[in-house]
């Protein structure tokens, strides 16, 4: 049987997406994903690079080149998001609360919350400001919360927030995001592609 304790599981798995960071090549900018959504990313330096051969030992199911990008809390880097050529999407690590922020946070610009890295790239690209992918809905809450008590007050005064809500296949607005909305008495924006 399998005595690893949940802290444990949790910070194994957080070396494991170190390790796979520490492991990636610079990125240049091109990927088949990235050309699918029509993006072009900035701040490349936050970006990195791999084969899904290189990273099959931490998630399986990718293919080709892979776009990784962190997920951090309190200054380490607690998960990483890998994205294949195809769109395939693995998380590795521990990210509960951890965020990858895209961008830098602009005096007069809103911070924008969303799960995918292809929807807050493109609105804060947009906004000429900053973002913070959560990778999935299960986290956006966590975020949230983090995300609001670090930027609050910056600079005198406190920005405004909007979460980026995906929309279902039922054309509904993600329940979590407008949970979190709620909650948090933030902004809601729903994320429709186009």
Same mark, same amino acid.
């Given at each position: #049987? ?16 170190? *390790? !796979?960071?520490?492991?990636?090549? %610079?990125?240049?900018?091109?990927? %088949? ?32 080149? $892979?776009?990784?990008? %962190? ?20 998380? /590795?690590?521990? #990210?509960? &609360? *951890? ?5 830098? #946070?602009? %005096?007069?610009?809103?911070?924008? /919350?969303?799960? &995918?890295?292809?929807?807050? +790239?493109?609105?804060? =690209?947009?906004?000429?400001? $900053?973002?913070?992918?959560?990778? &999935?809905?299960?986290? /956006? ?7 609001? +008590? ?19 296949? =039922?054309? $509904? ?6 949970? !979190?909305?709620?909650? @948090? ?7 429709? @592609?186009?």
């Amino acid at each position: #049987p399998n005595l690893e304790t949940n802290t444990q599981q949790d910070a194994r798995r957080v070396q494991n997406a170190q *390790a !796979a960071w520490s492991n990636g090549a %610079p990125f240049n900018g091109v990927h %088949p994903y990235l050309r699918k959504k029509g993006l072009t990313l900035q701040h490349l330096e936050s970006f990195r690079q791999t084969h899904s051969l290189q990273i099959s030992r931490y998630a399986r199911g990718l293919s080709g080149p $892979c776009l990784m990008f %962190p997920l951090s809390a309190d200054g380490e880097i607690r998960a990483l998001q890998a994205i294949d050529e195809n769109g395939t999407k693995r998380t /590795i690590g521990a #990210p509960k &609360g *951890a965020t990858f922020r895209y961008g830098i #946070p602009v %005096p007069g610009s809103p911070i924008i /919350i969303g799960e &995918g890295l292809a929807t807050v +790239a493109s609105v804060a =690209n947009g906004l000429f400001g $900053c973002g913070y992918v959560t990778v &999935g809905d299960w986290n /956006i809450d966590p975020v949230v919360s983090r995300i609001k +008590a670090l930027h609050q007050g910056e600079n005198g005064e406190v920005p405004e927030f909007i979460i980026l809500g995906d929309i279902d296949k =039922n054309g $509904c607005i993600n329940q979590k995001a407008l949970k !979190a909305a709620a909650t @948090h008495g933030i902004k809601l924006a729903e994320a429709r @592609h186009v």
